[in-house]
């Protein structure tokens, strides 16, 4: 499986960016997608997952900001940021989850998204 993002670049404050992420292969008929972010010198944290049958979840930072989507007929998962902030700024990695006995994990590469003041 291969997680293929695409869309983060510089935006202004209060601007908007749109991520995708498309996977090859198979993940699964239950799995969840979603999008992590890795500012500098910080950890890893969710942004946003979605489930195969539509449950979605948000960091609080970005609750009512961004919104994710699927088109689970191509296995495609995106993220619209809306109202972007400098604290936005960071390498965004998508990220599915195959849901079985054992959950396997798949990481795309990293896409930078920079948010200017």
């Known amino acids: 499986v291969q997680l293929q993002a695409s869309g983060g670049g510089l935006v202004q404050a209060g601007g908007s960016l749109r991520l995708s992420c498309a996977a090859s292969g198979s993940i699964g008929s239950s799995n969840v997608m979603g999008w992590y972010r890795q500012a500098p010198g910080k950890q890893r944290e969710l942004v946003a997952s979605?489930?195969?049958?539509?449950?979605?979840n948000y960091a609080d930072s970005v609750k009512g900001r961004f919104t994710i989507s699927r088109d689970n007929a191509k296995n495609t998962v995106y993220l619209q940021m809306d109202s972007l902030k400098p604290e936005d700024t960071a390498v965004y990695y998508c990220?599915?989850?195959?849901?079985?006995?054992?959950?396997?994990?798949?990481w795309g590469q990293g896409t930078l998204v920079t948010v200017s003041s």
């Open positions: 990220n599915a989850k195959r849901i079985g006995i054992v959950i396997r994990d798949y």
């Open positions: 979605i489930s195969t049958g539509g449950t979605t």
